[in-house]
């Protein structure tokens, strides 16, 4: 597997610990048929998903096949434990969230992808996960993310096409999460 030069990489361990071990995570993801057309997210869950059932073998994973539209909707009513989000969250999908918990969603730059082919400039790629303030995201949905942004969950988003993000971003990401 090849590592993109450009981008500077950050491994992060992720131990094997017992509580989340025999437990279940639901991550979202678009389907081509509800969309008309593939989100840009899809192959990258599909990669941290094999690396996550592979490092985790005892805990339960599973892929919702969605709508782009109900992507933040499936996070807010439990779901879904993850949300990737290829663009930015419609302003009734927030409110209807917040209203719920009190709290808005925690969005995580996982990947930055170009915003079109003719011009230079980019966006960043998001999951999305359903923490509370002030408290630790829960296992697994905390080592999963912690996956995604790890050394092995960055070399799939460069083998997708996509640039990984920079170590700064990473530590940035991680200190929403812990």
Known sequence: MTINPRALMLAIAIPLSASILA???????????????SDILTS?????????SRLYPDTTLRVLDTDAANALLSLGEGAADISPMSQAIEDAELKAFT???GYEPTPVKVAIAPQDKRDSSSRFLYVYVNKQP???????????????????G????????????PESVVHAELEKIL
């Open 23 to 37: 437990e279940s995570l639901t991550v979202e993801t678009v389907s081509p048929s509800h969309s008309g057309k």
């Open 44 to 52: 990258l869950v599909t990669d941290w998903s094999a690396h996550f």
């Open 99 to 101: 209203r719920r918990f």
């Open 134 to 152: 002030a408290k630790p995201l829960a296992e697994p949905e905390s080592q999963f993310v912690k996956l995604i942004l790890s050394r092995l």
């Open 154 to 165: 960055q070399e799939a988003v460069a083998s997708s096409g996509y640039e990984p993000i």
